[in-house]
Nanobody
């Protein structure tokens, strides 16, 4: 099981980007999916999360600018980022609580994707 993130790049202030994170492998169910980010010299912080049923929470610094749609059939979560600011520059990571079948037992494990760099600069 792995999370495959993509979509980062360079964008001008005020622009938009959409990140994708697809879960691959033998998966029984995916529970909460989240996006984190880590700017240079700072700690990793939560950006947004969405449960399997669609309940969403956003960090205050992205409310009204970012959305986190999810496609359960595709096992994919997105991060739609609008009105980007230079301070949004960071490596963005996806995270998911994934239920896998181990023998006859269902086990929930947290998985992280490789980060994707978002640079907001003119």
């Amino acid at each position: 099981v792995q999370l495959q993130a993509s979509g980062g790049g360079l964008v001008q202030p005020g622009g938009s980007l959409r990140l994708s994170c697809a879960a691959l492998g033998s998966i029984f169910r995916i529970n909460t999916m989240k996006w984190y980010r880590q700017a240079p010299g700072l700690s990793r912080e939560l950006v947004a999360g969405i449960t399997r049923n669609g309940s969403i929470n956003y960090a205050d610094f992205v409310k009204g600018r970012f959305t986190v749609p999810r496609d359960n059939a595709k096992k994919t979560v997105y991060l739609q980022m609008n009105s980007l600011k230079p301070e949004d520059t960071a490596v963005y990571y996806c995270n998911a609580d994934i239920v896998v079948l181990r023998g006859t037992e269902l086990r929930t494990q947290a998985y992280w994707g490789r980060g994707t760099l978002v640079t907001v600069s003119s």
